[in-house]
């Protein structure tokens, strides 16, 4: 089925959403029945108010409405279970109907069948798991790093593709069909976001709905969880690492702790006094309520690289977040940085802190559709970044920052990586070095002179302290 988008539809026929009922007679027998029963009867409570005038029971009112409601914002849900508490009150014939087990109400079930994530629901009552995940009718939720079976599941395939249809529709601008757009991502209301492959590119749907739990962690309680040591140096180090005037990303696959590191870095300068900008392409963060009367301007526009980077400088912007570097985002990082901006910091998907740039370059091309050179623009983020952090989620859930590590560009162009911090999976602990390569040292030496002798001083003490050093090399 091929998305519509909600301004496309002039009307909205819930019925093609929806899961077909057994044959009644005016009776629910099932709950399925009885599900379709109120879906319908709501539906035609809106039609009845384009008859009377009335401005809030319109089918558009409704349109917006259901496409809010499968979103998850609490209104539109809230709105939604009173009319199904309203019409099973006027019911006599419910009492012996129960819902599946996973829900905790009649109405709350109904909802989530016809408006909601149907089974992935449970997501919702579990606010400490990272996402919960369908491969064909099985749902599992990710507790700890690893997925675990629940009681939840769907009836059949069908249910399935009546969920991410449902989900695929509610956002104007997603492609979804079973020929050229097989995958589709799309933010959903609040911290959730949505993956979706459909055949014909598995072989059995897969939805995987992530919670985005977002808090600020200070590097003394980072090192409290073991995400670094919990060395009062190490500390320093990073806290250090967090203003010195460098770009840097935090790497690594999705749920491994990037963006909590991303907030402990920010947590080191956005109260100097400079404005910082923070944007996103979907709004994620709340970083106003996170940081709070902080000097952040909190940005969502779409046109990141034009209107965004040619409006900071006349904000006074210092410092630049990428909350999610993706295509777009790519390029407003490498203009941002090449504005004269002091920081550049954003987090990317990525396990090898030697492809970063090439990465980066390839983002760039991609998104731009030019005739780019691909080999032109890896160099020129081999000159824009200075460092990264990147992570992983290692055995038992722990994230861990697994590697640190300067760039420089030798002279054929190609990126030269200098590790000065790596986690040993084998050996189970950090080795530090210290290697700040030539780049870095002229950066830092121009404008931050002190900065530059306390890394100096930090990576020599903690070379020296953690002595295996040559495991870096």
Same mark, same amino acid.
């Given at each position: 089925?091929?998305?519509?988008?909600?301004?496309?539809?002039?009307?909205?026929?819930?019925?093609?959403?929806?899961?077909?009922?057994?044959?009644?007679?005016?009776?629910?027998?099932?709950?399925?029945?009885?599900?379709?029963?109120?879906?319908?009867?709501? #539906?035609?409570?809106?039609?009845?108010?384009?008859? $009377?005038?009335?401005?809030?029971?319109? @089918?558009?009112?409704?349109?917006?409405?259901?496409?809010?409601?499968?979103?998850?914002?609490?209104?539109?849900?809230?709105?939604?279970?009173?009319?199904?508490?309203?019409?099973?009150?006027?019911? =006599?014939?419910?009492?012996?109907? /129960?819902?599946? +087990?996973?829900?905790?109400?009649?109405?709350?079930?109904?909802?989530?069948?016809?408006?909601?994530?149907?089974?992935?629901?449970?997501?919702?009552?579990?606010?400490?798991?990272?996402?919960?995940?369908?491969?064909?009718?099985?749902? $599992?939720?990710?507790?700890?790093?690893?997925?675990?079976?629940?009681?939840?599941?769907?009836?059949?395939?069908?249910? @399935?593709?009546?969920?991410?249809?449902?989900?695929?529709?509610?956002?104007?601008? =997603?492609?979804?069909?079973?020929?050229?757009?097989?995958?589709?991502?799309?933010? +959903?209301?609040?911290?959730?976001?949505?993956?979706?492959?459909?055949?014909?590119?598995? $072989?059995?749907?897969?939805?995987?709905?992530?919670?985005?739990?977002? $808090?600020?962690?200070?590097?003394?309680?980072?090192?409290?969880?073991?995400?670094?040591?919990?060395?009062?140096?190490?500390?320093?180090?990073?806290? &250090?690492?967090?203003?010195?005037?460098?770009?840097?990303?935090?790497?690594?696959?999705?749920?491994?702790?990037?963006? +909590?590191?991303?907030?402990?870095?920010?947590?080191?300068?956005?109260?100097?006094?400079?404005?910082?900008?923070?944007?996103?392409?979907? /709004?994620?963060?709340?970083?106003?309520?996170?940081?709070? =009367?902080?000097?952040?301007?909190?940005?969502?526009?779409?046109?990141?690289?034009?209107?965004?980077?040619?409006?900071?400088?006349?904000?006074? @912007?210092?410092? @630049?977040?990428?909350?999610?570097?993706?295509?777009?985002?790519?390029?407003?990082?490498? #203009?941002?940085?090449?504005?004269?901006?002091?920081?550049?910091?954003?987090?990317?998907?990525?396990?090898?802190?030697?492809?970063?740039?090439?990465?980066?370059?390839?983002?760039?091309?991609?998104?731009?559709?030019? =005739? &780019?050179?691909?080999?032109?623009?890896?160099?020129?983020?081999?000159?824009?970044?200075?460092?990264?952090?990147?992570?992983?989620?290692?055995?038992?859930?722990? /994230?861990?920052?697994?590697?640190?590590?300067?760039?420089?560009?030798?002279?054929?162009?190609?990126?030269?990586?200098?590790?000065?911090?790596?986690?040993?999976?084998?050996?189970?602990?950090?080795?530090?070095?210290?290697?700040?390569?030539?780049?870095?040292?002229?950066?830092?030496?121009?404008?931050?002179?002190?900065?530059?002798?306390?890394?100096?001083?930090?990576?020599?003490?903690?070379?020296?302290?953690?002595?295996?050093?040559?495991?870096?090399?």
């Amino acid at each position: 089925m091929a998305y519509q988008g909600l301004k496309e539809r002039k009307s909205f026929d819930s019925r093609k959403y929806s899961i077909k009922p057994t044959e009644t007679k005016g009776v629910a027998e099932t709950f399925i029945d009885l599900c379709f029963d109120a879906k319908n009867h709501i #539906r035609e409570k809106y039609e009845k108010g384009i008859e $009377e005038g009335d401005n809030d029971l319109t @089918v558009n009112h409704f349109t917006e409405l259901y496409g809010k409601a499968v979103q998850g914002d609490p209104s539109a849900r809230q709105t939604f279970i009173k009319h199904i508490s309203s019409y099973l009150a006027e019911r =006599n014939d419910v009492k012996g109907i /129960k819902p599946p +087990t996973f829900y905790d109400s009649l109405e709350e079930a109904i909802f989530e069948e016809m408006y909601g994530w149907g089974p992935l629901s449970i997501l919702k009552k579990e606010p400490y798991c990272e996402s919960v995940q369908s491969i064909g009718t099985n749902v $599992e939720l990710k507790r700890d790093g690893l997925y675990t079976p629940v009681e939840a599941s769907f009836r059949d395939l069908e249910h @399935v593709k009546e969920v991410y249809s449902r989900i695929a529709n509610s956002f104007e601008g =997603n492609k979804l069909d079973e020929y050229e757009n097989t995958d589709l991502e799309t933010p +959903t209301f609040g911290n959730y976001r949505c993956s979706i492959m459909i055949p014909n590119a598995v $072989e059995e749907p897969v939805i995987t709905i992530r919670q985005k739990v977002y $808090e600020y962690l200070s590097f003394q309680e980072q090192s409290g969880l073991g995400t670094i040591p919990n060395d009062p140096d190490v500390i320093e180090l990073f806290s &250090l690492l967090a203003r010195l005037k460098l770009n840097g990303i935090v790497a690594g696959p999705p749920g491994c702790g990037k963006s +909590t590191m991303l907030l402990s870095m920010m947590g080191e300068f956005v109260y100097s006094g400079k404005v910082s900008v923070f944007a996103e392409s979907n /709004k994620e963060f709340s970083v106003n309520n996170i940081f709070k =009367n902080a000097r952040i301007i909190h940005s969502t526009n779409s046109d990141l690289e034009t209107i965004l980077a040619r409006a900071q400088l006349r904000h006074d @912007v210092r410092r @630049v977040i990428a909350a999610e570097i993706r295509a777009q985002e790519a390029g407003f990082f490498g #203009r941002s940085s090449e504005n004269g901006i002091e920081v550049v910091l954003g987090t990317l998907h990525e396990n090898d802190p030697y492809n970063l740039p090439k990465l980066l370059a390839r983002l760039y091309v991609i998104y731009h559709q030019k =005739n &780019l050179d691909l080999e032109l623009e890896t160099e020129r983020f081999n000159r824009i970044l200075d460092y990264s952090i990147v992570m992983d989620e290692i055995e038992g859930g722990s /994230k861990k920052v697994l590697g640190v590590q300067f760039y420089d560009v030798a002279e054929d162009g190609e990126p030269t990586v200098h590790k000065f911090m790596e986690y040993d999976l084998n050996d189970k602990c950090w080795y530090f070095k210290q290697d700040i390569p030539p780049k870095i040292s002229r950066k830092l030496k121009n404008s931050q002179r002190y900065e530059y002798n306390k890394l100096e001083s930090l990576l020599n003490k903690l070379e020296n302290k953690y002595s295996k050093y040559y495991a870096i090399d």
